[in-house]
């Protein structure tokens, strides 16, 4: 798998374009600029089949209708509990100072467990509820790489002081569905730098082992 991080709306949020051998890609969390990561696609010369949802925040999904219109290719994801927030999308907006955004929902809900293809790549989905209720993880096996959204960061972890956020299920989820993946395994937030399960497991403050 070939991927590129693309920090896009004044959130800097961590867009990731993915492709494998034969150029089939997917976007994932599209929260803004969505010219900007068309351009990408096409100098990169690679055929774009679907966008990924982890969660409906809008510096994730801001870009998502207008490249499903532009495109007709599909929005899979987030789990279905995250239509919460994608129909409060109008009011992410104007809260945020975002341009208007309107409600919307995917073509495709995720359920922990799920397998989603992209070309020769397969996504496990793991449900990873706590940021939001309906938070979903990407992972590929093959390349030991998540694509965790707001879930973890280095050196923190996901805000749970939003409308459904639950700090508790937050920790279980890391803990229990992302660590027990492996320490190799590297990830992409959905801000700030990369990082690896084993990294945070020895030094993140909120969830190392030593916290218990």
Partial sequence: MEFTILPVTPYQQNC??????????????????????????????????????????????GAAVELREALGIPIVGPQREEQFWLDMLPQQAELF??????????????????????????????HCPGHTPGHVVFYERGDKLAFVGDVLFKGSIGRTDFPRGKHADLIRAIREKLFPLGDDV???????????FGHERRENPFVADERG
């Fill in 97 to 126: 100072g975002f341009p208007p955004a309107l409600a919307f929902s995917p073509d495709q809900w995720l359920e922990d467990g799920d397998c989603v293809p992209v070309g020769s790549l397969v996504f496990e989905v793991l």
């Fill in 186 to 196: 590297r990830f992409v937030p959905g801000h700030g730098a990369m990082s690896t």
């Fill in 16 to 61: 990731s374009l993915v492709w494998d051998a034969a150029g089939c890609a997917a976007l994932i969390d599209p929260g803004g600029e969505a010219e900007r990561l068309l351009a990408e696609v096409q100098t990169r010369g690679l055929t774009l089949e679907k966008i990924l949802l982890t969660h409906g925040h809008l510096d994730h999904v």
